[in-house]
């Protein structure tokens, strides 16, 4: 009997422990549906389709996401909502993040640092817009 597809979707796994993570569960008998949002879509296909994973069993699907953008976190949202169909999510994984000193401007001119806009609030707001999305 063939295993379900578990589904993981996730932020921050273009490097690092988000990274090591999706590679990780690639190399599993486990089958995996990943959708993970990026800024750098096309960067972030090429290093997973560079690790030669089995695409028979995985599917990987990247967005793009820009977790300082709020309408990008909503279409982000769609798009996810959109790819699960009726499927559920088994894995939620928010783990994008920034480190970027308070004292520097905002681009957009905002008073609040955009550290704390996307480290917080737009964790939160990806998580609230997915809701919404789906009971609409």
Same mark, same amino acid.
């Given at each position: 009997?063939?295993?379900?597809?578990?589904?993981?979707?996730?932020?921050?796994?273009?490097?690092?422990?988000?990274?090591?993570?999706?590679?990780? /569960? /690639?190399?599993?008998?486990?089958? *995996?549906?990943?959708?993970?949002?990026?800024?750098? !879509?096309?960067?972030?296909?090429?290093?997973?389709?560079? /690790?030669? *994973?089995? !695409?028979?069993?995985?599917?990987?699907?990247?967005?793009? /996401?820009?977790?300082?953008? &709020?309408?990008?976190?909503? !279409?982000?949202?769609?798009? !996810?909502?959109?790819?699960?169909?009726?499927?559920?999510?088994?894995?939620?994984?928010?783990?994008?993040?920034?480190?970027?000193?308070?004292?520097?401007?905002?681009?957009?001119?905002?008073?609040?640092?955009?550290? *704390?806009?996307?480290?917080?609030?737009?964790?939160?707001?990806? &998580?609230?817009?997915?809701?919404?999305?789906?009971?609409?």
């Amino acid at each position: 009997m063939a295993a379900i597809a578990k589904t993981f979707v996730a932020t921050g796994c273009s490097s690092g422990l988000g990274f090591e993570l999706v590679k990780q /569960l /690639l190399g599993q008998s486990q089958p *995996y549906k990943f959708i993970l949002g990026a800024r750098d !879509t096309k960067g972030v296909s090429a290093s997973f389709a560079a /690790l030669n *994973y089995d !695409t028979n069993k995985h599917e990987l699907s990247v967005f793009p /996401l820009e977790l300082s953008d &709020l309408k990008g976190v909503r !279409t982000f949202a769609s798009q !996810t909502l959109e790819k699960l169909g009726r499927g559920k999510v088994d894995c939620l994984l928010l783990n994008a993040g920034m480190v970027k000193s308070a004292e520097e401007p905002e681009a957009w001119g905002s008073r609040w640092s955009e550290q *704390y806009i996307v480290n917080d609030l737009c964790e939160c707001h990806e &998580l609230s817009d997915c809701e919404n999305i789906e009971n609409s």
